[in-house]
Nanobody
């Protein structure tokens, strides 16, 4: 059964840090383009970060560069997103997603249409 399950969402103070995790089952994260997306209230879902570990490529939205770090633990088949210097602009439901490895290019890494496996989301609140 192919599945992604996010965890780690919480309410934090502005300026604080939080780490999100995503556990994959039924497939191997290291052979896929793995991404994080978020959807703020009243806004469309947007790409936050993505990576393809076998090519060593990582992509970040401009709004999170220098503050967020995407990583994988291949032994545990998990994806993570370390977030720091959080602000009200980061309040959203965060989703992890998986795509064919070829989606991890600068042109389409943040295109939702490329991703065919999605988690249920985890909520991040900043006060």
């Amino acid at each position: 059964h192919v599945q992604l399950v996010e965890s780690g969402g919480d309410s934090v103070q502005a300026g604080g840090s939080l780490k999100l995790s995503c556990a994959a089952s039924g497939f191997t994260v290291s052979t896929h383009c793995m991404g994080w997306f978020r959807q703020a209230p009243g806004k469309e879902r947007e790409g936050v970060a993505a990576m393809y570990v076998l090519a060593g490529t990582k992509f970040y939205a401009d709004s999170v560069k220098g503050r967020f770090t995407i990583s994988q633990d291949n032994a545990r088949n998990t994806l993570s997103l370390q977030m720091s210097s959080l602000s009200s602009e980061d309040v959203a439901t965060y989703y992890c997603a998986a795509a064919d490895w070829r989606a991890c290019t600068s042109a389409v890494w943040d295109s939702q249409a490329q991703y065919n496996i999605w988690g249920q989301g985890t909520q991040v609140t900043v006060s």
